[in-house]
DNA sequence: CAGTCATTCATACGTTCGTTTTAATCGAAC
DNA sequence: GTTCGATTAAAACGAACGTATGAATGACTG
């Protein structure tokens, strides 16, 4: 604690940067520098640039992953069929309170997870262990209780809705301030709004065809 | 001006690359290469890689902006206070339409979009008009008509949900396919489905403080 | 004290990048 | 047929990148 050990003060300054400027954007020598270490500590510690933003990205997503797994088994202890809002909470508010913890109030972790979600066919593609996908069946089915009448499809198309809003949190979107109110907002407002926002969303009847 | 001129076939591949792999992952090589140019081409005709990312950016919201402002003209002048939902289909849909316009049912334009309004302090930074705010500016007035009670501030987190959601429309979200269904699904099916799921969410009543 | 092991350091290598420069090409106007 | 502006082609430049290497450092062990 007194002296922080090298890897992670990588693992912090990568996460940074990672965010900031994207994979490619991000040089080792820039990481390196920002955490106040060799250039070959990348090499040394994690293998390869690749290695290092696995390791980031894991450091990210575990503790989301199983903060959605535990309020699930929360939910499902006192009842087997939670309402909608309550499923949404326990799904998009680990994205949130995860992302709080973070520095600058989440929005820089926002960032790296909407690059995670939104870079196709990249070096991002190698970190997801099978608790991601366990996590997101066990949601699945959970939602098709709830919202019985809706296809698979539509659900599935849903489910990524609140992925994305959760991850655009806090993001500046379209080049600055939006016109008429301050941001980024403040981090449990932001929250509290998604809940509200997504509730509404997953509860939609389903589509006519 | 004929068949295969050089800089639009340029901007396409440019597009393309852009939307796969990013600004920074995108060689002007492997754009050259790709529109059958010759790599001094972006140079002479669009200066710098990154007069070249503004010139496909603006070629690709100028209109769905003039999309989105028609629509909002189309809708006043029937009636001064639209319905939320109409709101949503004229703001949203064009982000659809447009999006199915282009190659590979749009999942590589939602792909790009996705870059533009999630990259920060980018080179995806410079393209911006006063287009894009003004449509946003009278969307946002438009809203707060429509939903009275709601703080500015929330209802600019609303509106940056639905860009979110318009933008992730068609990313595999991750790393591959969803569990029970086929992805990506149909571009007017996603569309219907994201008017369904984002009106239902615009609609939603203010958060209590 | 000598030894060893993990870590840090400075440095170099080979690639790839964006950009620039200079020459070649081509179609039309005179 | 020549000239001229616009475009394309080929080659090269310097910078930045990820990675690999071998020597230095320093704390703990015997």
Known sequence: MAAPDTRTQILDAAEHLFAEHGFRGASVRAITDLAGANLAAVGYHFGSKAELLAAVVRRVVEPINAAQ??????????????????????????????????????????????????????????????????????YLTAFERALPGLSPEELWFR???????????????????????????????????????????????????
């Open 69 to 138: 797994s535990a309020g699930l088994d929360r939910l499902l202890a006192r009842t087997p069929d939670p309402a909608v809002s309550e499923l949404v909470e326990a799904f998009a508010g680990p994205l949130f309170d995860e992302m709080l913890a973070g520095d600058a109030g989440g929005a820089r972790t926002s960032r790296l997870i909407m690059r995670i979600i939104g870079d196709p066919a990249e070096e991002m593609r190698e970190w997801t262990g099978s608790a991601e996908a366990t996590v997101r069946d066990r």
């Open 159 to 209: 489910i990524r809705g609140v992925l994305a809003v959760a991850a655009v949190d806090r993001v500046e979107v379209y080049n600055g301030q939006p016109p008429n109110c301050v941001s980024p907002v403040a981090g449990q407002a932001a929250r509290r709004w998604a809940i509200t926002f997504l509730t509404a969303a997953m509860s939609a009847p389903p589509t006519g065809d």
